[in-house]
């Protein structure tokens, strides 16, 4: 498994999880918002701090966006390409966010792949305060009122990410979870399950990067930072499995489920689980 070295010291806790309940919102976005305005206002009239959404099929128009990157310098292992913004109407295939605050104010981290007006597929980080909905759409959140999601300043990747903040609920019914560079997300979500005494659960939403791709089946990515969101996920008897959209530094799009053991966390990774009762 390929790691990262980070630019700062390593921290010693390598997952962070919070236990609390979620609750299910579908929605709708509106035509001329702000992606951030449309996808955080009924968050936080519904009372939620943090949460996790997905939304498909929204046209946007203007789009903005960035891919994953080579480092910008010694400061980061990898960055961000140069913002891009293609003339005309780009089309979601699928979105993810993870819903918390920055600076105070609603903000979401948004990772998606679409269609551009050239009829390209390709994918990355939206930038979801300078992209506009052409046309109304739909989305789809699972939110917690008692677990915080915060961007702060990240001492060892020097980034400013989201970390979960808040009182854990014993035996609440979903887990918000930060996972951290160079952790296999496959036996990251296994040892949240374990430590929460979780056996079943579906993966909702969910989003983040990763050290290249290992698929089942033998696909792969190479390319050491990439962009993710997770297309489908769950853990049965304790045992996780991941169908993930991967992007790479050159924008394309890849697909799979993922490999045991072979999938380190890149810069982060923002995790939602639905806990699934016993016996159901």
């Not at 997952?15 to 976005?29: G, K, Q, S």
């Not at 305005?37 to 939620?48: D, I, K, R």
């Not at 605050?101 to 998606?112: L, T």
Request: with cysteine; net charge negative; glycine share 12%.
């Amino acid at each position: 498994m390929r790691t990262l070295v980070q630019p700062g010291p390593v921290h010693p806790r390598r997952i962070e999880w919070l236990r609390d309940t979620p609750r299910a919102l579908r929605y709708a976005l509106p035509a001329g918002a702000t992606l951030n305005e449309a996808l955080t206002g009924p968050l936080v009239e519904a009372g939620f701090q943090s949460g996790t959404v997905v939304f498909k099929g929204a046209a946007l128009s203007p789009f903005r966006y960035v891919m994953p990157g080579p480092a910008d310098g010694p400061g980061h292992v990898a960055y961000f390409s140069a913002p891009r913004a293609p003339e005309g109407v780009t089309v979601i295939e699928q979105a993810n966010a993870t819903f918390g605050r920055a600076d105070g104010k609603p903000s979401v981290h948004c990772h998606a792949v679409w269609t551009e007006p050239d009829g390209r597929r390709r994918g990355g980080h939206i930038l979801p305060g300078e992209t506009i909905l052409s046309a109304a759409a739909k989305a789809e959140a699972w939110g917690f009122a008692g677990i915080r999601m915060e961007a702060a300043a990240d001492a060892e990747t020097n980034f400013r990410l989201f970390q979960p903040s808040g009182i854990s609920v014993p035996d609440a019914a979903g887990i918000v979870a930060r996972v951290k560079p160079n952790e296999d997300i496959i036996t990251a979500v296994e040892a949240i399950c374990r430590d929460s005494g979780v056996r079943e659960a579906v993966i909702r939403g969910s989003l983040g990067s990763l050290v290249g791709a290992r698929f089942t089946g033998g696909g792969r990515v190479d390319d050491h930072a990439t962009e993710v969101l997770v297309r489908g996920g769950h853990v049965r008897d304790g045992v996780a499995e991941l169908d993930l959209l991967v992007v790479d530094m050159q924008g394309e799009v890849h697909a799979g489920w993922l490999e045991r053991g072979r999938n380190p966390v890149c810069i982060t990774f923002d995790l939602v689980l639905e806990i699934v009762p016993r016996g159901t």
